[in-house]
């Protein structure tokens, strides 16, 4: 498995697991337990997850797929932007911790910017660290402005990255977020790496995916892989699509193929606002 090394030096894989619509039907609970349990044997072993991700219910579909293998895996979750505040946000990660049945979270994101002053969140964050209740922290849905206001910060020196929406069709943030992040040497998580699906009809994907025998999911992800300093998370609950996904690691674009991608998903030619899902 290939590996992102965050600003800590600590090294995550490059492929992860996210669980958006997990915990939302009892009767898909058993699949969705099996499936993260697969994407963990296959090496996959970061998981998202949030607060907000069926109300809860998401981080108990991942509490019992960890079960007993805590240790193996490197958990993220992530607190709503309207329980930021410093109480509120340590009140949020006590009840997901409880949900997780885990007695810290590796690393814990405020889910996108709201109301709450920057540094009364980074303060609990810290707090939330030296209580050895989560390892790092992190953003989520930070735009270049915000990531600057972030640096200006003086309690904010430790963030390990920024998750935000990144695949092919939404190729915004390789204009300035990304040069900003690299610049940083911080790790970008890409979520909804295939587009929650709607990108595997696209024909030049597709034909890529034709020369090289895959799927044009695994030609999405294999695009984001081949950078370094991104994360990608995809969401399977069907065993097939993690095998699928976790396959992609072995496809190698070539030039051709990447000039094509380029034709059909052009990288931004100015500034644009990040994107959000
Ligand atoms: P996604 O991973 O792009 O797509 C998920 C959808 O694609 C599911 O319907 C899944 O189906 C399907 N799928 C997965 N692998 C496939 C394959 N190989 N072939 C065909 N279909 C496949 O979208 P996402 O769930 O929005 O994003 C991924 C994760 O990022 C989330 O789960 C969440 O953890 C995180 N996220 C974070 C934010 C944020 O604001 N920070 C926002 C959105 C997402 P099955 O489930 O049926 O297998």
Not at 40 to 58: H, S
Not at 69 to 84: G, I, T, Y
Not at 218 to 246: D, F
Not at 269 to 274: A, E
Request: proline residues 5%.
């Amino acid at each position: 498995m290939p590996s992102v090394a965050l600003p800590s030096g600590e090294t995550v894989p490059a492929l992860g697991q996210g669980t958006w619509n997990m915990g939302e039907s009892k009767a898909k609970l058993r699949d969705e337990v099996a499936a993260l349990q697969l994407g963990i044997e296959l090496g996959m072993t970061l998981i998202d997850t949030a607060e907000m991700y069926a109300d809860g219910m998401a981080e108990q579909v991942v509490a019992a797929a960890i079960d007993g293998r805590r240790d193996d895996v490197f958990l993220v979750s992530k607190v709503l932007p309207q329980n930021a505040s410093r109480a509120g946000t340590i009140a949020a990660c006590e009840r997901s911790l409880k949900r997780l049945r885990t007695d810290r979270i590796d690393l814990y994101l405020l889910h996108w910017r709201g109301g709450v002053p920057l540094h009364d969140t980074i303060t609990a964050f810290n707090d939330l660290r030296r209580a050895g209740k989560i390892r790092f922290w992190g953003v989520s849905n930070f735009d270049t402005s915000d990531m600057d206001e972030l640096e200006r910060l003086s309690n904010a020196t430790a963030v390990a990255t920024n998750q935000v929406l990144y695949n092919l069709s939404r190729r915004g943030i390789e204009h300035d977020l990304m040069p900003w992040c690299r610049r940083h040497n911080l790790p970008i998580m890409a979520y909804s790496p295939i587009e929650q699906g709607r990108l595997l009809k696209n024909a030049a994907l597709k034909a890529v995916a034709a020369r090289h025998n895959a799927t044009a999911a695994q030609v999405a992800l294999a695009w984001l892989l081949r950078q370094s300093g991104i994360i990608a998370i995809p969401k399977a609950s069907r065993p097939e699509h993690v095998r699928e996904n976790h396959a992609a690691l072995e496809i190698r674009l070539t030039r051709q193929d990447l000039a094509e991608l380029d034709a059909a998903f052009p990288p931004p030619s100015g500034p644009q606002p990040l994107e959000m899902l």
